[in-house]
């Protein structure tokens, strides 16, 4: 039997229909490429073959000026997902602590509105406290899991699996960090000139796979690198310069050195500083015969064992793209902006209220939507991993206009400014002639930093211990 509904009920059930759907939150898809430079992702300095890449600007919004916090993953991480200067969490650069307790990460805010977690992470990420519970079981892997090696199937496997929603799955892919180890099947100077240039490319097929598993009417896509890095292999005057190192030797050696006992490590210390030194030397040589350029040598001439840090552009400057659920298609934006702007702008797109009072970060959904917004300078610094040498750090801060870092501890020692718009790779210091401007940035500098908190709780020795082995495991230390 029918019965006749009056058309208030009608619009009465429409309304409930639409407001359940409203409050539907979007999926989250981030998409961490471990130490992918912002030129190798796109432009004119990269010679990798990237379809699903180019795909992804095209369809979404892509920040050509993203800058992260530092320039090594444990500080990247710890400002990434707290919206927060590196200094105020508690992981510092000089000692290895864990986050402190008392900061909300994403994870947590995101955790009060109903999302689930999935993951994708080293298994270093386990050891400094700022990962949430995983609802999958296989959500870590152990260091140097490529996606060709398998890495890539099981994170196929998590986007198929039935995911609880709204979920956020967190992938930090390593298949760029040193040292790179290429694929048979893309050893061919077709797929780039060098080696990170065709595992970009290898790369950019697996990145396909994973977005075709997503549904991006419901689903916001992130891609971003935590770092930057050096390349030791350059194009200089038409002629390929490689100083690129053998990944199975480099791979079969760390491991090695993992097996030695304890005892014996300094002498494994003693000699692994000694062999470095015998390398730079060999190094210099090679490069000496060419007229190369400041920025050309740096990356040439890198080492793990390098006493003094800085922070280029070329361990700064990162891709970040967002694609999907609320995002605007082929924008591209030149403004500066900031890693640690990165989680309060998904915030406000799936209507969560700001934190403009308790985070550094803030949202860039106004230059996503086409609207104007003053930019911000970013606080910088570079990452203490070794305990068993003592190195040189520096902070700073970058705007679009200039670059400045100086020592971590003297504000009068090793002073670096460079004008970016004069000189985007950073070749000449001129702090010695602009010291108007290096004052005008150590002010801003200050400012940043005089609300730091202190930080009296230390990791025990058995945590540190642990944080130890997994960088270790990197080639860190």
């Keep these: 039997m029918f019965v006749y509904l009056p058309r208030i009920f009608f619009w009465k059930g429409l309304d409930i229909y639409l407001s359940f759907f409203k409050c539907l939150k979007p999926n989250i898809l981030f998409l961490v490429i471990d130490s992918f430079r912002a030129d190798k992702f796109s432009g004119s300095n990269k010679s990798s073959l990237t379809p699903n890449i180019d795909k992804m600007i095209q369809n979404g919004t892509y920040f050509k000026q993203a800058i992260s916090s530092a320039d090594g993953t444990l500080l990247s991480w710890s400002s990434l997902l707290t919206a927060l200067h590196p200094f105020k969490t508690g992981i510092r650069s000089e000692k290895l602590h864990k986050i402190n307790p008392d900061i909300k990460t994403y994870f947590d805010i995101l955790k009060d509105q109903g999302y689930y977690f999935y993951s994708q992470l080293p298994s270093l990420s386990k050891t400094v406290g700022i990962f949430p ?33 709204p979920w956020l799955a967190y992938l930090h892919i390593e298949d760029l960090h040193f040292p790179i180890e290429v694929p048979p099947d893309v050893n061919d100077e077709k797929y780039g000139l060098t080696n990170f240039d065709k595992a970009v490319s290898n790369l950019d097929t697996w990145i396909g796979r994973f977005i ?189 206009n200039y670059k400045y870092f100086r020592d971590i501890d003297n504000p009068k020692n090793r002073i670096h400014l460079f004008n970016l718009k004069e000189d985007p790779f950073e070749d000449e210091n001129i702090a010695a002639k602009s010291p108007e401007i290096v004052d005008k940035h150590e002010d801003i500098l200050q400012k940043m930093i005089m609300d730091s908190p202190e930080i009296t709780e230390e990791i025990n020795e058995e945590e540190t211990k642990k944080i130890e082995e997994e960088l270790k495991k990197l080639g860190y230390m």
């Design 133 to 165: 519970e995983f609802e999958n079981e296989d959500s870590f892997f152990d260091y140097y899991l490529t996606c060709t090696k398998g890495l890539g199937k099981k994170i196929i496997n998590m986007l198929e699996s039935d995911l609880k929603t």
């Design 212 to 400: 075709e598993k997503i549904d991006l009417e419901k689903t916001i896509v992130v891609l971003v690198s935590d770092h930057g890095s050096y390349l030791t292999s350059i194009n200089h005057n038409g002629e390929q310069i490689s100083l690129e190192v053998n990944s199975s030797l480099q791979t079969t050696t760390r491991n090695i050195g993992r097996a030695v006992p304890n005892f014996l490590k300094p002498v494994k210390s003693k000699t692994f500083f000694a062999l470095e030194k015998i390398r730079k030397q060999k190094r210099l040589s090679k490069v000496e015969k060419f007229n190369l350029k400041n920025h050309e040598k740096r990356g040439l001439l890198w080492q793990r064992s390098d006493v003094d840090h800085f922070l280029f552009d070329d361990v700064l400057h990162v891709p970040l793209v967002f694609l999907g659920y609320g995002i605007k298609s082929n924008m591209k934006i030149s403004q500066q902006v900031r890693t640690i702007d990165i989680f309060p702008t998904i915030c406000e797109i799936i209507g969560l209220p700001n934190r403009d009072n308790e985070i550094d970060g803030r949202s860039l959904l106004p230059l996503i939507e086409g609207r104007e917004l003053q930019e911000l300078p970013n606080y910088i610094e570079s990452s203490h991993l070794s305990l068993e040498i003592v190195t040189n750090d520096v902070i700073g801060i970058r705007t679009s």
